[in-house]
C-alpha cells in the first residue's frame, strides 16, 4: 500500500479493544492494566474477565494515568485522581 | 538544521544531576501541559520540553548529545559553522533502540534534530532476529466539525520507525490518507491496523491510532452540533423564518417573536449522524444579535425613530424591559 492511498480505519467504539491490544496500544503490559482495572481506577466497556472490552474513552484515560504516573512518579490513585479533576476542569470549561 | 540546547530548553545548567532535570521537567509539565494551560503554543513548548526530557533524562542519549553539544560550542567559539555531523557523532558506540517514550505528557513531534542524532539504530537488524511486533503509534487529528458531519479525507503526518536501505531502523516521515467517518466524536479513536512502526524479524507492524479531537473544542463528544445564528434586530424581534448555513448545508429555521441574543433554538435531528442503532445528535443555534452601524444609510434615522418611540420604555440595564 502506498501512503498515497486513502486509508479506511475503525472507529474503535465500534470494534472495542481486548486487553492485550489495549495494552500494546499504550505500550504497557497486560498486568499494568489489570492492576488497575482491579483497583477501581480504570473501567472497561463491556464483558468480564478474558472477555473484558475497551473503547475510546477507556484508551484515553489508560494513557493519561500512564503519562501521569511516569512523568510525576505518581502511585496509580494519586495519577487517577490527577485525571479526575483534569477531566472535571474540562468539563466545567466546557460548560457541561 | 538548528542545533537544540536541551540544557536551556530545561533551564537547567549543564551539570544538573537527574533529580534535578525530572524536577525541571516536572515543573514545565505543570505549567505547560495541555489539559491544563489553553494557549495556543502550549503544546509545541510541551514537545519541545519533552524531547530535551527524552535526551537528558537517558544516561546514555544525555553523554551522546553532550558530546555533540560541545563540538558545536567550540566550533561556535572559533566562528566556524556550527554544523557537527550529527550521525557520525552519536554512531561512535552509542546504540539507540526503540521509538521516543510514548505518551508522555502532551505533544507528539520530535525535531529533525533530534530524529538525526536518535532517530537511527547504529546497526543494521541481524537476520536472525526473533519476530516483535512494531510499536503502536498515537496522532491527535484535528478535524472541522464539518469533516465528522458529512465525512473527509484529511491527510496525517508522524515520524514511525521503519528499516532503511541498509536495514537500519530509522524515524521516517510519514503522511496518509485517511476516511474521517461520518459521524466521528471528539475523543474517539480511529484505529489503522499495519500503520504503526515496522516489526523486528519479520514481526507485524504496529497499529496508528488517531485521535479525534475538534478545532471547537466545545463540540465535546456530543453528537449535537453547535452553530451560530445571526439575525438582524428585526429579525429576532419579529420572528419569522430564516435560512443560514451550516457545516451541513443551508437551514431553515423558525425564529419566534422577541428571540433574544444568545437563545439556543435546536433542530432536533440535525446533527451528527449516532452510531448504529443511536439516533443522530440536533443542530442546536444559537442567535446572535448583530447591530447595523449607526452609518448605513437610513440607519441613524431609523434608530432615531426607535429611541423616541420606545426609549421611555425600554431599560437594557434593569432587565430589558419597563
Same mark, same amino acid.
Not at chain 2, 449607526?294 to 437610513?298: A, D, I, R
Given at each position: 500500500m502506498n501512503d498515497g492511498d486513502v486509508l479506511v480505519g475503525v472507529v474503535i467504539d465500534d470494534a472495542t479493544l481486548t486487553l492485550d491490544e489495549l495494552a500494546c496500544a499504550c505500550g504497557v503490559s497486560a498486568d499494568w492494566l489489570s492492576q488497575r482495572l482491579d483497583a477501581g481506577l480504570l473501567a472497561c466497556c463491556s464483558g468480564e474477565g478474558t472477555a473484558r472490552r475497551f473503547a475510546s474513552p477507556q484508551l484515553h484515560r489508560a494513557r493519561r494515568l500512564l503519562a501521569v504516573e511516569r512523568d510525576f512518579d505518581a502511585n496509580q490513585e494519586l495519577a487517577a485522581l490527577v485525571v479526575d479533576l483534569v477531566d472535571e476542569i474540562q468539563r466545567l470549561r466546557a460548560g457541561r | 538544521m538548528r542545533f537544540e540546547d536541551y540544557y536551556r530548553v530545561m533551564g537547567?545548567?549543564?551539570?544538573?544531576?537527574a533529580a534535578a532535570i525530572k524536577q525541571a521537567y516536572r515543573r514545565h509539565a505543570r505549567l505547560l501541559h495541555p489539559d491544563v494551560n489553553p494557549s495556543a503554543d502550549a503544546h509545541a513548548s510541551m514537545a519541545r520540553i519533552n524531547e530535551a526530557y527524552e535526551v537528558l533524562s537517558d544516561t546514555q542519549r544525555r553523554a551522546a548529545y553532550d558530546g555533540v553539544r560541545r563540538r558545536h560550542q567550540a566550533a561556535a567559539g572559533k566562528h566556524?559553522?556550527?554544523?557537527?555531523?550529527l550521525a557520525s557523532d552519536w554512531q561512535q558506540g552509542f546504540q539507540y533502540e526503540g521509538?521516543?517514550?510514548? &505518551? =508522555? $505528557?502532551g505533544g507528539e513531534g520530535f525535531s529533525d534534530f533530534f530524529t538525526s542524532m536518535f &532517530? =537511527? $539504530?547504529a546497526k543494521p537488524e541481524p537476520p536472525d532476529a526473533k519476530p516483535e511486533r512494531g510499536g503502536d503509534e498515537h496522532v491527535k487529528l484535528v478535524i472541522d466539525a464539518a469533516d465528522a458531519t458529512t465525512g473527509a479525507v484529511r491527510s496525517v503526518s508522524f515520524r514511525s520507525l521503519a528499516p532503511d536501505d541498509q536495514g537500519h531502523r530509522a524515524a521516517v516521515l510519514r503522511n496518509l490518507q485517511v476516511q474521517i467517518p461520518k459521524g466521528i466524536r471528539a475523543g474517539q479513536h480511529i484505529r489503522l491496523p499495519g500503520q504503526g512502526s515496522a516489526g523486528r524479524g519479520g514481526g507485524a507492524a504496529g497499529d496508528l491510532y488517531l485521535e479525534v479531537q475538534f478545532k471547537?473544542?466545545?463540540?465535546?463528544?456530543?453528537?449535537d452540533v453547535l452553530e451560530a445564528l445571526p439575525l438582524a434586530p428585526w429579525e429576532a424581534a419579529l420572528g419569522g423564518d430564516v435560512t443560514t448555513k451550516t457545516p451541513a448545508g443551508e437551514v431553515s429555521v423558525t425564529v419566534p417573536p422577541d428571540t433574544p441574543h444568545g437563545k439556543r433554538l435546536r433542530l432536533k435531528g440535525r446533527g451528527l449522524p449516532g452510531a448504529t442503532g443511536e439516533s443522530p445528535g440536533d443542530m442546536v443555534l444559537q442567535v446572535e444579535v448583530k447591530l447595523p452601524a449607526?452609518?448605513?444609510?437610513?440607519a441613524r434615522a431609523a434608530y432615531e425613530v426607535m429611541a423616541a418611540a420606545v426609549g421611555r420604555d425600554f431599560h437594557p440595564r434593569s432587565g430589558g424591559a419597563a
Open positions: - | 537547567v545548567a549543564a551539570d544538573a544531576d566556524k559553522p556550527a554544523a557537527p555531523d521509538a521516543p517514550s510514548a &505518551g =508522555r $505528557a &532517530g =537511527r $539504530a471547537d473544542a466545545t463540540r465535546e463528544q456530543s453528537r449607526s452609518t448605513l444609510p437610513g
